[in-house]
């Protein structure tokens, strides 16, 4: 399967504890992109890059929040600290660059986090 | 006023209608417009994009655009039992905005 993957698809933690996802985009993407949905939302953008480059970044997004793709392949994203408030869904979605379908996202199948 | 809105649903349709779904957005400069469906505890899947003002058509789907009224809409021919999900609206401008979707029930 050369979909995006995400790993764990679950993780429960105590609130205080450091949590990390990685995400594996489709092999040829250049762009990465990182969401959070909670139910009855709709995805809410946190980041993305462009290969290793963090190009932009939610100002929704607090400082316990930290994604890295060093290679410009896989990407994790770091909660540290975390909160109840960020039980959700995170998603991971990746897209081509300069095939003339920008920003045409393809998703993982996401990583629950449950802050108890 | 938020980025993208779209009526949260319910809607309900019966086997074979039409479903239409509709999006408004704010922000102007938007370039990029899609639709993704999402079932009950999955993640998002792309079925439609559109890019320039009309119609643009994809087996049982419709996607139409209007810039000038900062509408998107999503019509389903022929709708299906399993048409019923989430559908969200997503613009691509200065940043990436999705609306919160509206539920869809196709009653067979």
């Known amino acids: 399967d050369t979909g995006v993957s995400q790993d764990p698809r679950h993780k429960i933690t105590k609130r205080g504890q450091n949590v990390t996802f990685r995400c594996d985009p489709i092999?040829?993407?250049?762009?990465l992109y990182w969401y959070r949905q909670t139910l009855g939302q709709g995805p809410e953008f946190l980041t993305y890059?462009?290969?290793?480059?963090?190009?932009?970044k939610s100002r929704l997004l607090s400082d316990r929040f930290s994604a890295e793709r060093p290679k410009g392949s896989f990407s994790t994203l770091e909660i540290q600290r975390t909160e109840q408030g960020d039980s959700a869904m995170y998603l991971c979605?990746?897209?081509?660059?300069?095939?003339?379908?920008?920003?045409?996202?393809?998703f993982g199948p996401g990583t629950r986090l449950t802050v108890l | 006023q938020k980025e993208v809105e779209q009526n949260s649903g319910p809607l309900s349709v019966p086997e074979g209608a039409i479903a239409s779904l509709n999006c408004t957005y704010s922000?102007?400069?938007?370039?990029?417009f899609f639709w993704y469906r999402q079932y009950s505890g999955k993640s998002p899947e792309l079925i439609m994009s559109?890019?320039?003002?009309g119609d643009k058509e994809d087996g049982r789907f419709t996607a139409q655009l209007n810039k000038a009224s900062q509408y998107v809409s999503l019509l389903i021919r022929d709708s299906q039992p399993s048409d019923s999900a989430t559908y969200l609206c997503?613009?691509?401008?200065?940043?990436?905005?999705f609306g919160t979707g509206t539920s869809l029930t196709v009653i067979p």
């Open positions: 979605a990746s897209s081509p660059l300069g095939s003339g379908r920008y920003n045409e996202q393809f």
């Open positions: 092999s040829e993407h250049n762009r």
């Open positions: 890059f462009q290969n290793e480059a963090q190009l932009e």
């Open positions: 922000d102007r400069v938007s370039q990029s």
């Open positions: 559109i890019y320039s003002n």
């Open positions: 997503a613009v691509s401008g200065n940043q990436f905005y």
